[in-house]
């Protein structure tokens, strides 16, 4: 069967103010306001069971928090794969995913995405994203020094792939 519309909608089904807004939002923006707060000292580890001690890290961390199902996530994890290795030596780039199901969607993803320089970290317990953003708000990047400090941090989709993000990262790590 086939189904349409003969006239025009009378009103948009959402206010053109509101989609812009909530598309800004989902942009999105530098927050310093809770530099200070440590690298939480958490285990994680991969499908392969191998382990991560991000308290057990040595020098500067950009720690993402992203999962499967959220679209600026996916979006950002190339460009993220590609940051790390602009700023390889100088930032270990972290990503751990928060998806309940971990490596049934996780293992998957990254095989179709062909990511050469991120590990599939996992966190289906959703550790890091209870400390981190209670709001449950993704993607979710933090930036820390090398003395696991917190410099910085992004909620919502950003473009890392951009030279900016490199500069964003190298500039906030030599402002310390």
Do not use: H
Not at 146 to 174: C, F, H, I, K, Q
Request: aromatic share 6%; net charge negative; glycine share 8%.
């Amino acid at each position: 069967m086939l189904a349409g519309c003969d006239r025009a909608a009378e009103a948009p089904a959402q206010p053109v103010e509101a989609a812009a807004t909530d598309a800004a939002a989902a942009a999105g923006a530098v927050d310093r306001k809770f530099a200070g707060t440590p690298l939480p000292d958490l285990q994680f580890a991969d499908p392969a069971g191998k382990s991560l001690d991000l308290g057990a890290q040595d020098g500067p961390v950009l720690l993402n928090l992203w999962a499967t199902w959220c679209a600026p996530c996916v979006k950002e994890m190339p460009q993220l794969d590609a940051l790390a290795g602009t700023l390889e030596g100088e930032v270990r780039v972290i990503t751990v995913s928060q998806d309940m199901r971990g490596p049934e969607v996780v293992t998957p993803f990254f095989a179709r995405t062909g990511l050469k320089r991120l590990e599939p970290w996992l966190d289906p317990d959703t550790r890091l994203a209870a400390q981190f953003t209670p709001e449950g708000v993704l993607p979710l990047t933090i930036l820390f020094d090398a003395s696991g400090t917190e410099v910085l941090r992004v909620t919502g989709g950003y473009d890392w792939g951009s030279p900016e993000a490199a500069a964003l990262v190298r500039n906030s790590l030599a402002a310390k």
